[in-house]
């Protein structure tokens, strides 16, 4: 019998042990997978949306957080202080084009939607947005909407239909071509409708500047800063204080996962500890037959790796199977709508994979050394006479 047949015979013999051995290591990785899955899912939104938004520099409230910076780059309402006279201090200075929001929610058959209060003319220029349907607004003073695509798509709308807003029926005048963005999930309304159903005359969330020459980024922020009281950070400060709060939390995530892979690593010894004394007789007599201590050792290593190749293989499709059903029904808030809104929060390149499963079998391995030690040093009288 070869030394593979007789590792896969010592597994199959005890089902049930390692069942439950394989379902240990199983979720301890499929936890890892589901919290890096999610995790990778949230960076590369938050890079996405960071270039989708289009501002080298983001005019925000006095004292914002990076709460706040991170509510911008989803769509998730904001607070609304910062007044048109405030705006048009901004546009003033030469060198830049500033175009204001107003973000704000609504719901649509019981599921939240964003909301954001434009510029329509400024905000086509700035966004360079094409409609894949129906027609864009006219003017600053209708009373109408345009939608994103997936917007359009969960709820079946199209031009010619009606979205409640703050109580008001709003005709849908136009729906945009897909971006791949946030845009695709937000309902657009001229600025100044926007502003009267959710009694936010003359204010706005935050504006988005785009500078004519990055080599003066430094320049433009205090010019702005002189011209208005208000806070600004640059798109890479934004970005770097947002990935900041995402790498502490996706740590912490790990961390967890970390237990789960560690209490399987226990697992793994005990049922490992638990077939040197169950075949202490099988091990004499392998040695009987010439079998050294390099080959029981290497019997009980082969053994415990399968369990973390077996064990992985079944994490990594659990987690991925999971973390894809799992983001749409995560709970709306402005880290995890990233993942809702990307519609591939499940999605994991080679490497992952590979490095999961690799960290799957050196965990079993590690695991098992002690065991497949203590099996080799057996005696051959002992491991005979053993009842």
């Not at 988005?208 to 800063?225: C, N, P, Q, S």
């Amino acid at each position: 019998m070869t030394l593979s047949k007789l590792v896969i015979k010592n597994i199959v013999r005890r089902r049930g042990r390692a069942f439950f051995t394989l379902l240990g290591i199983t979720i301890g990785i499929a936890s890892f997978v589901t919290f890096l899955s999610l995790g990778g899912g949230l960076k590369r939104e938050i890079h996405r949306e960071s270039s989708a938004l289009g501002a080298n520099l983001i005019v925000t409230p006095k004292g914002s957080c990076a709460y706040e910076q991170v509510s911008i780059l989803t769509g998730e309402q904001l607070p609304t202080t910062i007044t048109m006279d405030e705006v048009a201090k901004i546009r003033s200075i030469a060198g830049l084009i500033a175009v204001p929001f107003l973000t704000e929610k609504t719901a649509i058959a019981n599921r939240p939607v964003a909301v954001n209060g434009i510029q329509p003319r400024e905000m086509k220029a700035y966004k360079n947005w094409d409609l894949s349907d129906g027609e864009y607004f006219s003017g600053d003073d209708e009373t109408a909407a345009v939608i994103g695509a997936v917007v359009a798509g969960q709820f079946s709308l199209k031009p010619g239909s009606f979205v409640t807003v703050r109580g008001e029926r709003l005709p849908v005048k136009g729906v945009l071509k897909e971006t791949g963005s946030r845009d695709d999930l937000t309902i657009f309304l001229p600025l100044p409708l926007a502003q009267r159903l959710y009694k936010a005359e003359d204010r706005v969330s935050y504006v988005a500047v785009r500078i004519d020459d990055l080599a003066r980024t430094d320049h433009y922020i205090e010019k702005i800063k002189e011209a208005v009281s208000l806070g600004v950070v640059s798109d890479k400060q934004m970005l770097k204080s947002v990935l900041a709060i995402v790498g502490t939390v996706n740590i912490t995530l790990q961390l967890i996962a970390s237990v789960a892979i560690l209490a399987a690593a226990f697992g793994i010894i005990n049922t490992m500890m638990a077939a040197t004394y169950e075949r202490k007789r099988e091990i004499g007599i392998l040695q009987a037959m010439g079998a050294d201590q390099r080959t029981i050792f290497s019997a009980f290593i082969l053994e415990s790796g399968l369990y973390g190749l077996l064990g992985g293989a079944a994490g990594v499709i659990t987690g991925v199977v999971f973390s894809a059903v799992a983001a749409p029904h995560i709970s709306q808030n402005a880290f995890t709508t990233f993942v809702k809104g990307s519609g591939n929060g499940g999605m994991l390149d080679s490497g992952v994979i590979a490095g999961s499963m690799a960290l799957s079998v050196t965990v079993a391995v590690l695991s098992g050394l002690y065991p497949a030690w203590r099996a080799a040093r057996l005696s051959p009288v002992e491991a005979i006479n053993y009842e």
